[in-house]
């Protein structure tokens, strides 16, 4: 029975992980939150759809796709959308939460109804310790851990990640030392928007695909960035597993109805005592 | 310059046809509809409108009701409550003549204040709260079963197929919540009791807990109060967590998209449903008729939810508009006292009681492959 609720969990777990990872990046970068990142997230579900249902994809070249088709909306989106937003905060975030409510409604007036998403990672289950799962958890669980890895090791020994990494720290000095602080932005991006996109197709088996699956999806995914610390990339990956667990248990211990009710009172609660999270950093203000 | 100026003008009084075109004119009859065409009721929304079109077309293509057509004026509720009322007096502030549609049990129980309001003759084909019918508002009816009459032919159904563990998985919103506590009544009068009862939320979309307290109570039927797309993930999410009991339900899973959303799960899914191809020949030729018009539309015919909606437009609601034209209480009246027929009736036994309820059978049907059938043995 708990190996059941482990399982669940920390597959639910990773996918926060993964959308949270999304808002880290940008919030590392420009201090700012994209609140589209939900939406991005179901965006690349139907995408997935798409190319297993046209193409007849399977699950590998079918992520990689997606990642990739994803990564240069980001970048257009950063360069057309994003960057007429950067003037403040609030304006960002009001254009970021009119973009994810723009992108829904465009996907709802195509496909009201969801969709069945094919099982493109194998069609049965695994018995581990009484729990029966279905493989889709094990393909999340090493995804997960294969994209964390790739992320760490292109942002500590590649020229690239090494680059976004200046521009996050300082965009002004970065550029001084002759990073193109504009490319790195919309590479921020556009990674940001692969990595939600790529999990969105990781969960697609799992669920029916409709244009709000995102919704609760991104509140989480931000809930579980705020826990961990939402400038810490290890940080937001303990964050997401760390509510994905803690979800599943308080459903089955407590009661369903309070699911929902448990992301947002950790939100609360971290805002209120300790704003940077828990692995996250106080970022002092230049005056 | 002259040409210029011509062109436009042409382009002008060309917009101005465009945007007439689809309008009513006065003489028109105005029937308002308020559904779900986005949002967690999309499938069932989509119907009504199917159904609703079907009997349109054919009345205005018999000459219209006394020479006036009958126009469309439909308002999306996107399955939420709050936005339910705003779209019910969209339609009455169009000055709509009446309203056919309503789904959802908590979309009917916000919004039918606006119809009592108003005056406004509100015809409800999606929705079987009894509470709809039972606090008083003279200017709602229902055509379907309400969910007494549903738990009462579940519980029967419990009985013919002894089944003696049942659990219970409901949504928290004004059906599933109804729907539990008279199920729980019927079979408490049956000596039974559940053993788990398990609830969850509209949008949810993992039922991983629920599920795991429902395998460890190891029922023999499972029944799933509830309404697309949350009843048929709970049916695959069971059976991958290896679950095998009977999945049961009303009318909210009595749809053919269940089908296509759990293909496999949903095999030999029961459920109680207000029409069946098979409950006569006029139900048979309807269905057929029904299913060659939207062969090509956007959703696929789904006549299970689209004959309610039919039958409220061309068997109910037409013959009082022949009686009563559009004077509103006149048509009302007209309604209380309305006897017909409907699919699987003989002629003159269908009627709504006192309560603007109206008094017609349910059938129980089961999936096998990619149909509902008759369950045998439940039909007598």
């Known amino acids: ?287 | 310059m002259t040409h210029r100026l011509a062109l436009l003008a042409g382009a002008l009084t060309l917009l101005a046809t465009m945007l007439t075109a689809g309008t009513a004119s006065a003489q028109d009859i105005k029937l308002g509809t308020v559904i779900p065409l986005s949002g967690a009721g999309a499938s069932y929304g989509a119907s009504i409108q199917q159904g609703l079109d079907m009997a349109l077309h054919e009345i205005n293509a018999a000459g219209g009701i006394n020479g006036r057509k009958i126009v469309l004026d439909v308002a999306d509720d996107a399955s939420d409550p709050a936005q339910s009322v705003i779209a019910l007096q969209r339609l009455v502030n169009d000055n709509d003549d009446l309203v056919i549609g309503g789904w959802g049990s908590s979309q009917v129980l916000a919004n039918m204040a606006v119809a009592e309001r108003a005056g406004m003759p509100y015809i409800v084909v999606g929705a079987s709260n009894p509470r709809i019918t039972t606090s008083g508002n003279k200017w709602t009816f229902r055509t379907l079963t309400n969910d007494n009459g549903h738990a009462a032919r579940l519980a029967q159904v419990v009985d013919l197929l002894h089944f003696k563990k049942i659990a219970i998985i409901y949504d928290t919103n004004d059906y599933g919540v109804g729907l539990r506590d008279i199920f729980l009544a019927t079979l408490t009068r049956q000596g039974m009791k559940p053993v788990d009862v398990e609830s969850y939320q509209t949008s949810d979309k993992d039922f991983t807990a629920q599920l795991t307290h429902i395998a460890a109570a190891e029922p023999e039927a499972l029944m799933v109060f509830g309404t697309l797309p949350a009843a048929a993930a709970i049916m695959n999410q069971a059976r991958d967590q290896g679950i095998e009991a009977r999945f049961m339900g009303a009318a909210g899973v009595s749809n053919e998209a269940v089908m296509k959303l759990a293909p496999q799960a949903s095999q030999h899914l029961i459920a109680t449903a207000y029409f069946h191809v098979d409950e006569d020949a006029t139900a048979r030729d309807w269905a057929a008729r029904y299913e060659q018009q939207f062969a090509q539309a956007n959703q696929a015919p789904r006549p299970s939810q689209a004959a309610p909606a039919y039958e409220a437009l061309k068997l109910i609601a037409a013959p009082c508009l022949a009686q009563a034209a559009t004077d509103k209480d006149k048509l009302r009246l007209c309604l209380k006292d309305w006897h017909g027929k409907l699919f699987g009736l003989p002629p003159g036994d269908a009627h709504f009681d006192h309560t603007n309820q109206l008094i017609a059978p349910l059938v129980v049907e089961e999936v096998v492959g990619t149909e509902f059938k008759l369950l045998p043995g439940a039909n007598q």
Request: glycine share 12%; hydrophobic share 55%; aromatic share 10%.
């Open chain 1, 1 to 287: 029975m708990l190996a059941q609720l482990l399982v669940g969990g920390l597959g639910t777990g990773c996918i926060y992980a993964l959308v949270g990872l999304g808002f880290t990046l940008v919030y590392r970068t420009m201090r700012m939150v994209n609140f589209a990142q939900g939406q991005v997230f179901m965006a690349g579900t139907f995408l997935g759809l798409f190319g297993a249902q046209q193409f007849g994809l399977p699950a590998l070249p079918l992520l990689l796709l997606v990642a990739v088709i994803s990564f240069v909306v980001g970048m257009v989106l950063e360069r057309v959308v994003f960057r007429r937003l950067y003037a403040s905060h609030e304006v960002f975030v009001v254009g970021a939460i009119g973009l994810g409510v723009m992108i829904e409604n465009g996907f709802r007036i195509v496909y009201p109804e969801p969709l069945p998403f094919p099982k493109i990672f194998g069609a049965g289950v695994y018995h581990l310790h009484g729990a029966v799962f279905q493989k889709t958890y094990l393909w999340i669980l090493v995804i997960t851990l294969v994209l964390v890895a790739t992320l760490h090791v292109t942002f500590t020994y590649t020229r690239i990640g090494r680059a976004l990494r200046a521009v996050a720290s300082d965009g002004e000095i970065a550029a001084t030392m002759g990073v193109n602080v504009q490319r790195a932005i919309g590479a921020t991006f556009g990674l940001s928007f692969a990595i939600a996109a790529v999990a969105g197709v990781l969960i697609g088996p799992l669920y029916f695909v409709s244009p709000d699956l995102g919704d609760m999806v991104g509140l989480k995914a931000f809930s579980a960035a705020v826990l961990g610390g939402i400038n810490s990339v290890v940080g937001t990956i303990i964050g997401g597993l760390a509510l994905g667990l803690l979800e599943a248990l308080a459903a089955f211990y407590i009661s369903t109805d309070y699911k929902d009710l448990l992301a947002f009172a950790i939100l609360v609660v971290m805002l209120l005592v300790r704003p940077q999270g828990l692995l996250g950093r106080v970022v002092p203000v230049k005056v």
